[in-house]
């Protein structure tokens, strides 16, 4: 691809957004009632390809419950409120009534500060499971090797590792890294992991043995990681690298297929249907379901990078809310604007451009806009 100079010692690549692109209507349309957007990820199946993105403005244990029971996946946060306090209302409560930001994050730092305890993590987690919908979890990369125990003793069914970014190749003098292939090999659970923003990278999560892999770095709509440190990536362009590395570790590993998430930037159902056309085989959501009558937050939301206590890359911001969860993922929708009925959306473009299934739906032809979508 051709490089940008930007001045005479340095040259860039041009990267495109979701709001940058637009899918391309084909020769032939189809009922969307005859198409399927139902994926699978190692043993099993969902109706609806999504995780709720681990944030505890967006997952609680009841959440993930109703969300697995919509179709979907909830991954509850291992290092969130559930996990540091026997009973977070009261907190959840506090936080979305804190009218100053600079406020707001401050007392995210303290409240945040309190330990986590490894017998909330199984409680939290057999509470799900005990429901009988799928149960995912997730920890940070610095929390994995302390607490994956009580994890998996509690019976998760998918194990995520995310964070702002991951690699297979963490470089540490002070601490022993977390060595992720051999982590995944003794593993009995499917592990996702990320994120990740490049072919390379993503080729070497992939190689670790995930089943899965969480593209974007900063995306998100309470993430401040641009205006921090400088660092963010323009998620049609990454999804579309982590694709192409997925093709060629098929070819590598004799076709062991690993999933592609797209994890950030998916704030309207149209963004949902360029991630898919961008290679996605499923997305990970925050915002859009912060914005249910439903969630946790009550329409504040804010993730893990809020809570810093040397230095937040993120905040708590208020989004509102337009309906339930149930109305923001299959509808009926009462706004114009795709910020409910995002799988219905999906699967009207699907048969709008001709395509019945999400794998044939990632070949779709794009272009370039002149113009973002949104402001």
């Known amino acids: 691809m051709t490089e940008i100079e930007i001045g005479r010692g340095k040259r860039g690549r041009r990267a495109y957004s979701f709001d940058d692109i637009a899918v391309v209507p084909s020769r032939r ?14 043993a099993y199946r969902f109706e609806l390809p999504f995780l709720a993105a681990p944030m505890d403005s967006v997952v609680s244990p009841q959440q993930a419950i109703n969300i697995g029971r919509l179709g979907g996946l909830g ?5 969130g409120l559930w996990t540091r306090y026997e009973d977070p209302q009261p907190l959840l409560d506090e936080i979305a009534a804190i009218t100053d930001q600079a406020a707001a994050t401050r007392r995210l730092q303290e409240i945040y500060a309190a330990p986590i305890q490894a017998d909330l993590i199984g409680r939290r987690i057999k509470e799900v499971r005990e429901s009988g919908v799928v149960t995912a979890a997730a920890l940070s990369p610095q929390r994995t090797a302390e607490f994956s125990k009580a994890v998996v003793d509690a019976g998760v069914d998918v194990f995520v590792i995310r964070g702002t970014t991951v690699s297979a190749e963490h470089v540490s003098g002070a601490a022993e890294p977390l060595n992720l292939k051999q982590f995944i090999y003794e593993l009995d659970v499917p592990v996702i992991v990320g994120g990740c923003a490049t072919y390379t990278a993503a080729l070497h999560l992939m190689r670790t043995g995930a089943a899965g892999v969480l593209v974007g770095f900063g995306g998100g709509a309470a993430h401040t990681t641009r205006n921090v440190l400088g660092i963010q990536v323009p998620m049609a362009t990454a999804v579309a690298d982590v694709a192409a590395a997925r093709r060629d570790y098929m070819d590598e590993s004799g076709g062991r297929y690993v999933h592609v998430i797209a994890d950030g930037g998916v704030g309207y159902s149209g963004d949902l249907a360029k991630a898919v056309a961008c290679g996605a085989d499923a997305v990970m ?6 914005r249910a009558t439903d969630a946790p937050g009550r329409g504040f939301h804010w993730g893990m990078e809020a809570v810093h206590e040397e230095l937040p890359r993120g905040k708590r911001v208020d989004l509102g809310t337009v309906g339930t969860t149930e109305e923001i993922l299959t509808g009926p929708s009462h706004t114009p604007d795709g910020t409910m009925n995002l799988f219905g959306a999906l699967r009207r473009a699907m048969a709008t451009t001709g395509y019945s299934e999400l794998k044939e739906f990632q070949r779709v032809e794009v272009t370039v806009n002149s113009a973002p979508q949104h402001g």
Do not use: H
Request: no cysteine.
């Open 29 to 42: 349309t189809r009922d969307p009632k005859e198409v399927s957007i139902a994926w699978q990820i190692d």
């Open 75 to 79: 991954v509850l946060n291992l290092e």
């Open 285 to 290: 959501i925050g915002a859009a379901l912060a």
